[in-house]
C-alpha cells in the first residue's frame, strides 16, 4: 500500500456469482488459510493493494526466502501477506495510524477466529508492521525482511506500473494519468531503497527499475513529452 494511500475505499459490493477456486499454487491446504484468503477476497477489494496483490506478495515472499536462505515459517508469512494491508480499509482503518500499523493491531480479529496458531500470531504482528517501503523500522524477523521486499518489489517493474496507473481518477492524490505517471517515477525511485533479504531482491529491483526506465522512456516519446498523456 502507498503511502498517500487515501482511506476513501470501498468494500467490495455483494457479488452476483459464486467466486472462483483459490489459486491452486498458494499452498491453502488448511481451513485457517481458507478463512484469511475468502476474508481478503471479499473484503479486500483494490486494484493496487487488494487481493491479487496479496497473492503476488505471498509468492515472491517465499521466492526470495528460498533464494535468500532465509529461514521462515511458511504460516507467518501466508498470514502477513493476506493481511498486510487491511488497516487501510474501511471498517479497520483509524485515522492518523499509518495502515501497516492498523494492520498488525487488528490481524489477529481475523486470524483468531480462523483457527490460527495462537503463539504465532505476534511474529505476524512483527512482519505486518515493517513491511512497507518507507518503514522506518527494520523488519525483525525472516518473514519480515521477506515480506518487506516483497512488497517494495511489486511497486517496481511492470506490475507495480500497472497497480499505480489503476489509480488514475480513483484516488484524490492521481486525478488525472499524468499525475499517476508521476507517482510511478516517485516510487521507481523509493521503493527499492530499503531491501533488507539480500543480493537476490536486489537483483530483482534493479531489474524492474530498468523496465520501468524504458517503459518511462517510450511514454515520454509517444505522448510528446507527457504533454498529450
Request: hydrophobic content about 35%; overall charge negative.
Amino acid at each position: 500500500m502507498c503511502k498517500i494511500h487515501s482511506q476513501t475505499a470501498v468494500l467490495p459490493r455483494p457479488r452476483q456469482q459464486p467466486p472462483a477456486a483459490r489459486p491452486a499454487d498458494l499452498d491453502i491446504d488448511q481451513s485457517w488459510k481458507e478463512q484469511v484468503y475468502d476474508f481478503t477476497r471479499d473484503n479486500l477489494e483494490h486494484t493496487a493493494w487488494g487481493l491479487q496483490h496479496s497473492e503476488r506478495d505471498y509468492l515472491l515472499s517465499k521466492d526470495i526466502a528460498r533464494q535468500s536462505r532465509l529461514q521462515v515459517d511458511q504460516d507467518v508469512l501466508f498470514a502477513a501477506a493476506f493481511l498486510h494491508d487491511m488497516g487501510g480499509f474501511p471498517g479497520f482503518q483509524k485515522e492518523g495510524v499509518d495502515h501497516a500499523i492498523r494492520s498488525a493491531e487488528v490481524c489477529d480479529q481475523i486470524l483468531r477466529p480462523a483457527g490460527f496458531p495462537e503463539e504465532k500470531i505476534e511474529d505476524v504482528r512483527s512482519a505486518i508492521r515493517t513491511h512497507s517501503y518507507y518503514s522506518k523500522e527494520a523488519p525483525e524477523t525472516p518473514e519480515g525482511a521477506a515480506l518487506h521486499d516483497a512488497d517494495c518489489l511489486d511497486f517496481l517493474g511492470a506490475v507495480g506500473v500497472a497497480r499505480i496507473l489503476s489509480l488514475t481518477q480513483r484516488e484524490p492524490f492521481t486525478p488525472t494519468l499524468e499525475s499517476a505517471v508521476k507517482l510511478a517515477e516517485n516510487l521507481k525511485s523509493t521503493a527499492g531503497k530499503t531491501l533488507y533479504s539480500g543480493d537476490y531482491a536486489r537483483q530483482l529491483a534493479d531489474s524492474r527499475i530498468q523496465e520501468m526506465d524504458l517503459f518511462l522512456t517510450r511514454l515520454d516519446a509517444e505522448s510528446f513529452g507527457r504533454k498529450h498523456l
